[in-house]
């Protein structure tokens, strides 16, 4: 199992920013951006691995722009890297402002997804080599995240 | 008012083959994939014009393939030829099978859309220059599509 | 296998225009008004032939006029023609203003579907025999718009 | 202000069932079928008060037929009786099996509307005068429904 | 088979009214409302039944405030009576105005599911036992809207 | 400005699990389950704050089990500490099974909203003041989080 090259995995999902996703002031809702990064890192992971996905983790979410109804949202997604059965998919997200030629950063966000055969079981996944200077930072990046989640307390909540 | 550059104006987006769109035999309802189609025309004449646009109408559309449900959907709006206030857009779409790293054309569209000042009144687009082999035949069908359009005749119906 | 009355075939949807449904300027978004027109002519189209039905082509979709939130949206399929294993069906929609009583054709389009066995295969559908005025030019000009689409060049697109 | 006649205002909606508005057992679910007749409601009493209207009691609703998915369910609203600035409409919702020709009452529902002037103020509706013995023996049927809820307990619940 | 305690099988739901869920004058559909409160419905028969279950009838429902866009919907479903292999479920729904710390009744509907086994055959459900005064006040009316219903016509309308 | 108490704060969100949410192997979607939880907490915060609330970040999201259609899932939302204009919030979903009267810890996630006045500004939310054993655990572990994120690298992307 060799590495593959991450261009034909990236995942690009444009999307104009409608009223059914915005609040009442015309923003769009954080929980529907979250649903179309899930997907867009899913397509990323399966066009990675060709086996069936599923996220476990996210973390590191930040909205840094609030966007507006009427901006066209590119997602982009890009594998980070890979751990044995599992990879991290980096998801940010730009809105353009058509109307001045204008683009922002807005979000960004890191899912962990586990490759799965037909019966659902874990199994590995092909191996990601980092080789441009990004992607490099982005691979040793993961590792911290990765070590840093192992060492998060346990959930605490009333049953 | 100069030509542009087409990859700017480019729509990519790609989206998971769901069963909330699919029909009872698994494969994705034509209604569900034209609302996609015409959003990325959207997107895309957007971008070429940095105007308001509105989609005035569509011809030529062909339903190659069935997409299935857990397929990847490709869809790509590119301009193919501008008519003073308004603009042609292509729209294809690829099924893309993630497990076999395979992918096939599906369905083909023509768009048309008008630019709109804020009032909402018609107004010139920036002219589109084709280039390629391919973006200069697209553009030379583009005017063959607009005068048997001409020549159709007045819708038939009961009031 | 004969030729069956056009009546019972008919499908009619009258949808109330919501704001879910529009853009920044409280117009109806061109693509849900094809998902509506498409799923008429599958009703009208099923009806007609008792079999299962795909959409395989639509042409000649012209948005007339913008329908605004609040009007009630009058989508109207019928029969034009049938050739072998496919039909034709016009879909009208007409937007209503219920508070001033006047209602006004707002698009048009011509889809093409086929019939199904249960297997999937084309099989001939019950030919569709023209009575009034109306269905006999809307039978010729199904035939016309037929021998345009087999005319047209082959798509054009950068795999 | 006098009676207008019910056909003008009778709303029809042929919606097919679709497996993204069914449960797990390919069965649609009360709530979807009760949001489309709302909405079949809604456009009747608009049609037939020329006014803004809102939804202010339902009542007798009987889910007499599960609808599968793959049918083509038809919504049917006409307005029963009128009561100053009320108005009682009817839904009776149809499940048709359009490979069989069958077609069976599947759904009824009474859902009484107000009609609303610019300003949310309730105001006189057109009086509705049954003509057909149908028309009349509804009319009768509306006046028994609207005693009984006036003699209905008031809501008792914790708060 | 015994009666089981109120309190586990309890629904709540709490939502926020969104522009999606609204009409034009920003006020929430019945329809949106009735279809979340037959899932609080069905979910609270579920988990007092632990059976699959059915909508059969609904009957006084009663919307008594317009529900705003911004406000929270609380839906609170509790069971009211067991019929053999029915229940009735009562649900209430709240709107909350956060910014003003307000809560008010807005709607209430009274829903009779059924018991079903895999093979979608009725069976007995559990006996629901009032305790508090406020539960067996709301057993006694059950019954009451149970032998209205019995009494009611039968549907008229044309086929 | 003092402590409030937590219990009128909590959001509580039960909802069935439908084959619309679902992927194609029958669990529901990640991205929907964000979608919810985004919400709840959104709940959770504007009656914790009677402000404007809007998500600025989200970590640590778990999804230690997947939910199968059919299941209740039940959103639960918490206060865990308060930073000045911001405020922690936690979101467990647990999946129940009523069919077995079984329930299990689903998914996890940490969402922080910012308090805003009416014209988009942030302002100081009531504090948050932990009282049983559990509520310090999460008040520690809230601040925890928090210095991590401080420390964590910023987003490298291709622009």
């Not at 973390?59 to 890979?82: E, H, K, S, W, Y």
Request: net charge neutral; charged share 25%.
């Amino acid at each position: 199992m060799s590495g593959r090259n991450k261009r034909t995995s990236d995942a690009e999902l444009s999307v104009l920013a409608r009223p059914q996703d915005a609040n009442t002031i015309g923003t769009i809702f954080g929980g529907r951006l979250l649903e179309w990064m899930d997907m867009a890192a899913a397509i990323c992971a399966r066009r990675h691995t060709a086996l069936r996905v599923a996220t476990v983790s996210l973390t590191g979410v930040q909205f840094l722009q609030p966007i507006r109804v009427g901006q066209v949202m590119d997602f982009r997604a890009c594998v980070n890297r890979t751990f044995g059965t599992s990879l991290e998919v980096q998801v940010v997200v730009f809105a353009q402002d058509t109307y001045r030629r204008k683009r922002e950063l807005a979000v960004i966000g890191y899912f962990t997804l586990v490759g799965l055969d037909e019966n659902g079981t874990p199994v590995a996944v092909p191996i990601f080599e980092p080789q441009t200077d990004n992607e490099i930072e982005r691979w040793r990046a993961a590792e911290l995240r990765r070590s840093q989640a192992a060492d998060a307390e346990a959930p605490i909540f009333d049953a």
